[in-house]
Every structure is written in structure tokens, then in C-alpha cells.
């Protein structure tokens, strides 16, 4: 069965700091992953996607993401955080049918601090 | 959020009753998904529709019907035979099947 894990619940760093959010994966066929970010009481927003190709990935608001074959990972990273990057963020991978469903991480809470 | 609306943002609902959430996208997209979102836990996918008309049952509709008349609405009705329905409830939608989706700002509903 396809899956996705978020090993933390939680990460805190410091503004300026860098970042790092991560995610590993379990996919029959070739991963098309996703991260989201969600702010409270609203939607997610789509930050970035990996489909194929270069293994580092650039998406909005200076976020990027490494995809890791071998560790079946994808890890959200930023090289220096904001305290407005405080939200939850959630790694996703497309179901191998033709549904296009995505299947989520249970989410992992960014708090940046001051 | 944009180009996607959900309405209304919160709702309340006694036991027994049928409630309509409203999905409404004026981005031209063929695909419409919704998602329920419970604390802790990632989204569940509950019904999608990859072109009008049609749809499909995701994994966990029990208690759910939807209906995809016109290309640009997706309501979704949460029946009462839906055990547990107080969640948040997020719509999304994609060019077609296999693009990026996006997602309305939800709608919040809470059974007294």
C-alpha cells in the first residue's frame, strides 16, 4: 500500500536558522510527491512538486525540497526561516491509479521563533 | 485559495439533519476532489470527479453524497447516516486528473 509518513510532529527552530521538514514515502512506480502548507482555518496552499528530473526542487516563498531515491525521502527544506513560516505543512504523494488522490502525511507544525 | 470557493465557511448542525457544503471553481478545471481534515491526521479523500457528471467514491464515503452537474460545482451533502461528522472539510481541483490540485479554504462543520 502506498503511504507517506511525517516522522515529526513538531519542529522548532530559529528565525534565520535553517529549516528542515521531513518525509519519507512508500510507492509502487515512480513518486510524484507534493508539499502543502496550511495556515490556520484555511486551505492548503501548494509549495512545490516533484514529478522527474532534477532531484532538488524550488517552490514558492524560497522553499525548496530534495528527493532521495534510495531513502525514499523528501525532505522540505529553507535556508533560512521566517516566523511567518510558522504553520503546518503536509507532504503528499499522488496514488499510482488513475484517480489522481493524494495520499497525505499526517502533517508536521513549523514554529519559528524570534 | 483563489479561483476556488467553499461556503460557508462555518457550519452547525443538529443530529439527524442533511447539510449541503458548497464547492464552486472558476479555473476551467476538468477534476474536483473533497477532503476531510481531522486534528492530527492527515486528509482523507471522500469523493472526486474527474469530469462532469461523473464521480467516484474515494475512501471513506460512508455517509456522503456528491453530485457534478456543471463543471465549475462540486456540493458534497454530509447525510446523517455519516457517524462522525464534525471535521473540516476541504475542496480541491486540478486542469485534470494528474496536475497539481488546488484547494478552496474549507469549511468548518461542527455537530451540536
Known amino acids: 500500500a502506498q503511504s507517506v509518513a511525517q516522522p515529526e510532529d513538531q519542529v522548532n527552530v530559529a528565525e534565520g536558522n535553517p529549516l528542515t521538514v521531513k518525509c519519507t514515502y512508500s510507492v509502487s512506480g515512480n513518486p510524484y510527491l507534493f508539499w502543502y502548507v496550511q495556515y490556520p482555518n484555511r486551505g492548503l496552499q501548494f509549495l512545490l512538486k516533484y514529478i522527474t528530473g532534477d532531484n532538488l526542487v524550488k517552490g514558492s516563498y524560497g522553499f525548496e525540497a530534495e528527493f532521495n531515491k534510495s531513502q525514499t525521502s523528501f525532505h522540505l527544506k529553507k535556508p533560512s526561516a521566517l516566523v511567518s513560516d510558522s504553520a503546518l505543512y503536509f507532504c503528499?504523494?499522488?496514488?499510482?491509479?488513475?484517480?489522481?488522490?493524494?495520499?497525505f502525511g499526517q502533517g508536521t507544525t513549523l514554529q519559528v521563533k524570534p | 485559495d483563489g479561483g476556488i470557493t467553499q461556503s460557508p465557511k462555518y457550519l452547525f448542525r443538529k443530529e439527524g439533519q442533511n447539510v449541503t457544503l458548497s464547492c464552486e471553481q472558476n479555473?476551467?478545471?476538468?477534476?474536483m476532489y473533497w477532503y476531510r481534515q481531522d486534528p492530527g491526521q492527515g486528509l482523507r479523500l471522500i469523493y472526486y470527479s474527474q469530469i462532469v457528471n461523473d464521480f467516484q467514491k474515494g475512501d471513506i464515503a460512508e455517509g456522503y453524497s456528491v453530485s457534478r452537474e456543471k463543471k465549475e460545482s462540486f456540493p458534497l451533502t454530509v447525510t446523517s447516516a455519516q457517524k462522525n461528522p464534525t471535521a473540516f472539510y476541504l475542496c480541491?481541483?486540478?486542469?485534470?486528473?494528474?496536475?497539481?490540485?488546488?484547494f478552496g479554504p474549507g469549511t468548518r462543520l461542527t455537530v451540536l
Open positions: 480541491a481541483s486540478s486542469p485534470r486528473t494528474a496536475d497539481t490540485q488546488y
Open positions: 503528499a504523494v499522488r496514488d499510482s491509479g488513475n484517480t489522481g488522490k493524494l495520499i
Open positions: 479555473l476551467n478545471h476538468d477534476a
